[in-house]
């Protein structure tokens, strides 16, 4: 989807105009993701059960949202009661007390959520966000394209497989690209990805000295291989592609193969969305010279700036977003495979999840198997998979990002776009007093 989507939009309570002029409103900003996209659907069902409160949102394609969050809670603006952010933001700006810690009822079961998630939105012991869905990345391909070309993808394949079958999946004549990867610039972007692929073949953001280590022979091999295979196996105009382009590609059939976040399969996997719904299968992620790195770590979480005045009412509505009864809201009405994943123990417990989602054993390994404080082959002084938990991260990110796009698109060579990559890194981090 591209561009901006900013719409506000607030569903009328099914009660008096004296009694909707004196509601609470909350101002909710949130991701253009299928999940938010039904979250904000179910207004009327949180509204009902809170007579008190209405909803407005504000929803986002994902780069516009982080800057936005971003500048809002560094500037105390207030323009949000609800923020949806993720494991970079929530321990740090919980440290800086830029949100409000989370607790909530008995009822609402916090050790239901999965350690990797509630660790990594937390600081210091305390629950910064509360996680709406969790994640990490896989492969999601056509089976059947696969087999037809009589080939094989099995869990964590090496990255030159991978190619193999990205080369026999390559029919563009007939209207299918052998591999689809996000090309749009961002640290939460094309960054989650080519930093994943990066740390599998022995890369990583810093050395032990906090140094930039972007000028490795690793990063180099990653790159190149990242822009070889898109350039002759992708779709055209993959600089431009992020999570939503490459989903409705998939989803259309263009694409043979898919390494992305795992919370997509639920989306590629129903026939209301996909005509290949029946056609995925799944694997866990390539590798080159280490497994460790090789699948990203994220939740798209709840959280609540310091700043707002409507702290109580806001809790409410994350309790409400991110509980058990939800999930079990959203089965009921789109069914099991359908529901948001990735954060409740619970949810992979129940039979009738297990039945509905053919995702459901790839995703859950591939969350339990990333690990943020070991995630490079050799010794790294950050945690974080595709990420650096360090505030200088997102700027060094956002350039970094650039020039990656930049080398897809044939702007620069991969060489000019790793060592520019270098020198905004080395900068903020001297600016920053690293070193």
């Given at each position: ?10 569903l ?12 609470a ?13 039904e ?10 059960a ?24 560094s ?18 700006w919980?440290k ?27 600081h ?20 059947d ?15 030159g ?17 052998g591999?689809?990867l ?8 094309n ?19 906090w ?9 180099k091999?990653?790159?190149t291989?990242?822009?070889?295979l ?6 055209p ?10 989903l ?12 992305d ?7 590629v996997?129903?026939p ?7 056609k ?14 090789a699948?990203w ?25 991110t ?37 459901d054993?790839?995703?859950l390994?591939a969350?339990?198997s990333?690990?943020?404080s ?7 002084p950050?945690?974080?998979v ?47 007093g690293?070193?």
């Amino acid at each position: 989807m591209k561009g901006i989507r900013n719409s506000l939009v607030g569903l009328a309570l099914s009660a008096t105009g004296a009694f909707a002029a004196n509601a609470a409103d909350l101002t909710i900003a949130t991701v253009n993701n299928g999940h938010m996209i039904e979250m904000q659907k179910l207004t009327p069902e949180f509204e009902k059960a809170h007579p008190g409160i209405k909803l407005k949102w504000v929803v986002l394609e994902e780069g516009i949202l982080r800057q936005r969050v971003t500048t809002d809670i560094s500037t105390k603006g207030g323009q949000f009661d609800v923020m949806t952010i993720g494991m970079y933001e929530a321990p740090i700006w919980g440290k800086n007390k830029w949100l409000v810690p989370l607790e909530f009822s008995a009822g609402y079961d916090v050790d239901d959520i999965l350690p990797a998630m509630r660790g990594g939105l937390s600081h210091d012991g305390k629950l910064f966000a509360a996680p709406f869905y969790g994640e990490s990345s896989m492969i999601m391909y056509r089976k059947d394209l696969v087999e037809a070309a009589g080939m094989k993808i099995e869990d964590n394949p090496t990255w030159g497989h991978i190619r193999k079958v990205a080369a026999a999946l390559h029919k563009p004549d007939q209207g299918v690209f052998g591999i689809c990867l996000r090309g749009k610039p961002g640290w939460g972007d094309n960054m989650a990805f080519i930093t994943t692929m990066a740390n599998s073949f022995g890369a990583q953001w810093f050395n032990m000295d906090w140094k930039p280590a972007l000028d490795s022979q690793a990063w180099k091999d990653a790159v190149t291989f990242y822009v070889d295979l898109l350039t002759k196996y992708g779709p055209p105009g993959s600089e431009g592609n992020s999570f939503n382009e490459i989903l409705a590609l998939i989803n259309e059939g263009k694409c043979g193969m898919w390494i992305d976040a795992t919370i997509a399969a639920s989306f590629v996997t129903d026939p209301k969305q996909s005509k290949v719904a029946d056609k995925m299968a799944f694997a866990q992620s390539p590798y080159k010279a280490t497994k460790k790195g090789a699948n990203w770590l994220w939740a798209w979480a709840l959280a609540i700036p310091a700043g707002t005045k409507q702290a109580d009412n806001a809790k409410k509505f994350i309790e409400w977003a991110t509980s058990k009864k939800y999930i079990e809201l959203v089965a009921s009405k789109n069914g099991w495979g359908s529901v948001p994943t990735g954060t409740r123990k619970s949810t992979y417990d129940n039979p009738k999840f297990q039945e509905a989602a053919t995702f459901d054993e790839a995703e859950l390994k591939a969350i339990l198997s990333a690990n943020p404080s070991d995630s490079t082959m050799n010794k790294s002084p950050y945690v974080g998979v595709q990420f650096a938990a360090i505030p200088e991260f997102q700027a060094i990110g956002i350039a970094v990002g650039q020039q990656m796009t930049a080398a897809l698109a044939g702007k620069v060579s991969v060489e000019q776009a790793l060592a520019n990559a270098q020198k905004a890194a080395d900068r903020e981090m001297r600016k920053a007093g690293y070193y």
